[in-house]
């Protein structure tokens, strides 16, 4: 390539002029170049220059390397030096020589070349312009490297080393965003900021290493353009306060800067400082990614943008340099195992074993981080690399896993001697954390695996973190199973058996807890053992899926493998894997009891259940009514006092209906309603007797106890009863019986207020309605009937059914249940209400002595309408 050159200095007058000028130029440079050159390649000495330096102060001033970027994106590449005096004695003169690269700034173009920051010191820099008329040939290349002080340059670097990770980062932000602030490097002697440049183009890819703009010196950094600026002292001051345009580097002035959170920053400085620069080039090398899991070598391709790997990605350069010996911190490390695991075909097997070593070395700083990536690094490794390769990463797993609970490693891929030294070296805390309680069961599992990989004899241990461990699994298996526990129950079958044993008695306790565990983890019952809780606790969801509860029982029961007499708690367990927390069905419960037997529901512990399911049954089930009378045959005296009372209230319903009950049924179901039973079996009794009372047989001491009762609840059912529509037909119909109803709905208005509510809205609700609804005829059959009860019913009746008498005559006889019932509404009415008889003529119903104003005659217009 040809590369013009440019000389510029002061000189005598010519046909181009006098004072400074382009003195020579390779042919072909155009004009426009010239003058943009000329405003890049000025010097200006230090302030605190002697003003007439003699020769070897000449040599002691900063030299100007530079490289710049021109408009037209080629580049110039430009070393200034003072000279002193010019052609006229006059002091101030300086001479620039320049070369012009024309390769335009396309960091898409392929990498080549040498690194323009290389041509310092370079014997191809002119300290003159070249005679006049001589021609001034095109170089073939960047002006060849200067010699290289090595001792000098690696005193440097340990002298900045606490700066290099910050520089390096600072620098890493200048190729990636242009807009990144200038960095300043403030030295006094020009050379030193020429090793700044040098390193920092060393860690960049080589593209951009070629096109990242410098300056090793100028007297004025405001005006300077370059991406990195070099200043003497007394030019830097000021300038770090200026951060939006700056991030200044004065060793001698300021303190290193904290360390840059970038781990590939991090690992360029570790390498500089080890001396081992060349591994930079060694990552550009290195083979594209593996083309699959298998790990088969990619096509090579530089370290670079559009190479395999991100160009400032930690992992690779981590890599090679912990391989070579030089030591990262925790993140570096971390970052050169978790690439390697990727990319584990990019190093042959001696640098991956340089690597697990260091990998393995004793780290105070380890973190949780490193320890994972070395783990997948393990795994990675493991059957694909010869176990001598990452034998030092199984012994950092093992100890890993006994001192912090790491996650052990694949068993088989220590050798004998590096175990039997291992199981030596951590044998006592290996005990030590198996018998700690604050250890999680998935790790002292896990440990169990460390021992038996060692070798190291923790028999006695077992029982201990078997029962740890069942109870995290039962407790929430979706967390305790996880692959370490997977594993360390396939490995350990003795540890299997422990575990599984104590997951069946703790299933038998909580089934529920112990199908969920079968649902959310892989683990299955399987082995010598009887196991038949966690048998049946595995089957339930196929068993449900039936569709049939009592086909579910039956299978589970069956499933698991034992018999009740055997183990009479294998029936609870099933009952509660089919019902969960509720009771079966009455019929349910019949069917159980029916198929299996007093005896085995006794011994399960299921009996009680059973009752449930009769007492929780809705009102008015008569399989609930069979059911309890079964359960009370058999014997309920050790059920409890509510429960009891539920079972007979509901034999009590079932005789009621059958019409097996002797006198008192009402108060027998008021008494048995005070002992706190199930809701249901209460309104299934209270329900019965309602009915009972509206029947044609209902004995007149019943009727009593219900009014004198002043149950709110039992009269609620009552009303409900009355209205029913079978009521309606048979008032309708059978004239005998809506005269009956007329006198027992009539009676005793001074009972309680409970009733004065009841009768006030059966005679308004119920009776007046279909009494008005009659025709003639059946009117008077009904008035027949009346008349036939005697006493003053018949006249009463009459009155009753007059235009607008209605609400009169339930005042009359009824205004005190009246005010009666709207007291009752803010305050129950008390049990046990007295009052007189209500057979009909009895002086207690409507107009007799005890009534409060019974009506008068029919002629008493002052009280009858």
């Known amino acids: 390539m040809n590369l013009a050159q440019l000389h510029y200095t002061s000189a005598p007058p010519g046909p181009d002029g006098s004072g400074f000028r382009f003195t020579a130029v390779s042919p072909g440079v155009p004009a426009s170049l010239l003058r943009e050159a000329e405003q890049l390649i000025g010097y200006e000495p230090p302030r605190d220059a002697p003003p007439r330096p003699s020769a070897d102060q000449l040599g002691a001033f900063p030299q100007a390397l530079s490289l710049n970027v021109l408009s037209d994106g080629s580049r110039l590449l430009a070393r200034s030096v003072y000279t002193g005096a010019d052609y006229s004695g006059r002091w101030g003169n300086f001479h620039a020589h320049a070369v012009h690269l024309p390769q335009p700034a396309d960091t898409d173009r392929p990498a080549g070349g040498q690194l323009p920051i290389t041509a310092w010191g370079s014997p191809q820099w002119a300290a003159d312009s070249p005679p006049a008329g001589a021609p001034v040939p095109p170089l073939a290349s960047v002006p060849a490297p200067g010699p290289l002080d090595l001792g000098a340059l690696a005193a440097f670097v340990a002298a900045r080393g606490r700066w290099l990770a910050g520089f390096f980062a600072d620098v890493r932000r200048l190729a990636e965003d242009p807009a990144t602030p200038q960095l300043v490097l403030v030295e006094q002697d020009s050379e030193a900021v020429a090793w700044w440049i040098m390193l ?42 200026q951060e939006h345009r700056y991030r200044v580097y004065d060793a001698a002035r300021a303190a290193a800067p904290e360390p840059a959170p970038d781990a590939w920053a991090q690992t360029a400085a570790r390498i500089w400082q080890a001396q081992r620069q060349e591994l930079f080039a060694h990552v550009r090398r290195l083979p594209g990614p593996p083309g699959g899991p298998s790990g088969t070598p990619g096509t090579p391709g530089p370290y670079e943008p559009s190479g395999p790997y991100g160009p400032y990605e930690a992992g690779p350069l981590a890599a090679l340099a912990l391989a070579a010996g030089v030591g990262l911190d925790s993140a570096g490390r971390a970052a050169a195992a978790d690439w390697a695991a990727g990319h584990r075909a990019a190093l042959d097997d001696v640098q991956l074993h340089a690597l697990a070593r260091a990998l393995a070395r004793p780290a105070g700083d380890r973190g949780p981080e490193e320890a994972a990536a070395s783990g997948r690094l393990l795994s990675a490794l493991a059957g694909w690399a010869p176990p001598a390769v990452s034998e030092p990463l199984v012994e950092l797993a093992l100890a890993g896993a006994v001192r912090s609970g790491g996650a052990a490693p694949p068993a088989g891929l220590l050798g004998e001697p590096a175990r039997l030294r291992l199981a030596a070296e951590l044998e006592p805390e290996l005990r030590a954390a198996l018998t700690d309680p604050s250890r999680e069961a998935a790790d002292r599992a896990g440990l169990l695996r460390v021992s038996a990989e060692l070798g190291v004899d923790t028999e006695a241990l077992l029982p201990d973190v078997a029962r740890q461990l069942a109870q995290a699994l039962i407790a929430d298996p979706g967390s305790a199973y996880g692959e370490a526990v997977g594993a360390a129950l396939a490995e350990l079958p003795r540890l299997r058996e422990l575990v599984l044993d104590r997951l069946d008695g703790l299933a038998a306790g909580d089934p529920a807890a112990g199908a969920r565990l079968f649902t959310v983890t892989p683990l299955r019952p399987t082995g010598a053992g009887a196991l038949p809780h966690l048998r049946m606790c595995a089957q339930a969801p196929a068993a449900a899926a039936a569709g049939d509860r009592m086909k579910a029982l039956t299978r589970l029961v069956e499933h698991s493998g034992t018999s009740l007499e055997a183990d009479p708690l294998v029936l609870r367990t099933a009952m509660r894997l089919v019902w969960g927390a509720e009771p079966p069905t009455a019929g349910e419960a019949w069917l159980a ?91 299934h009794a209270y329900a019965a007797v309602a009915a009972h009372l509206l029947a044609d047989d209902r004995p007149e001491s019943e009727l009593r106890a219900l009014i004198e009762s002043n149950d709110a609840e039992l009269l609620a059912a009552y009303r409900r009863a009355a209205r029913q529509p079978r009521v309606a037909d048979r008032l309708r119909l059978d004239p005998r019986y809506a005269a009956e109803c007329f006198a027992t709905w009539s009676s005793q208005p001074q009972a309680g207020p409970a009733w004065q509510e009841t009768r006030a809205d059966l005679l308004d609700g119920v009776l007046r309605p279909v009494v008005r609804g009659l025709p003639a005829p059946q009117l008077a059959a009904v008035e027949e009937a009346v008349a036939r009860l005697g006493g003053r019913w018949s006249e009463e009746f009459r009155g009753w059914l007059r235009p607008g008498a209605f609400g009169r005559l339930r005042d009359r006889f009824g205004g005190s249940g009246r005010r009666g019932a709207k007291g009752a509404a803010g305050n129950p009415p008390p049990r046990g209400g007295s009052g007189g008889p209500i057979a009909p003529g009895d002086a207690g119903g409507p107009g007799g002595p005890s009534g409060s104003g019974g009506p008068g005659g029919p002629g008493d217009d002052g009280r009858r309408p």
């Open 200 to 241: 920092a183009c060393s860690v960049l890819p080589h593209r951009r290493g070629q096109w990242l703009t410098f300056t090793t010196y100028t007297r004025r950094p405001q005006l300077a353009r370059q991406q990195i600026i070099g200043v003497v002292p007394e030019d830097g001051l000021g300038l770090a306060g």
């Open 593 to 683: 009891l029916s198929a299996l037997g007093e005896r085995a529901h006794r011994e399960a512990g299921t009996w009680e259940l059973l009752a449930r399911a009769a007492v929780s049954a809705p009102a008015g089930d008569r399989e609930a009514e069979a059911l309890a009378v079964e359960l009370l045959r058999r014997s309920s005296a050790e059920l409890p006092t509510p429960l009891r009372a539920s079972l007979l209230l509901l034999e009590l319903a079932r005789n009621l209906r059958a019409g097996e009950i002797g006198p008192g049924w009402v108060r027998q179901a008021l008494a048995l309603g005070t002992a706190d039973p199930a809701p249901t079996a209460r309104e």
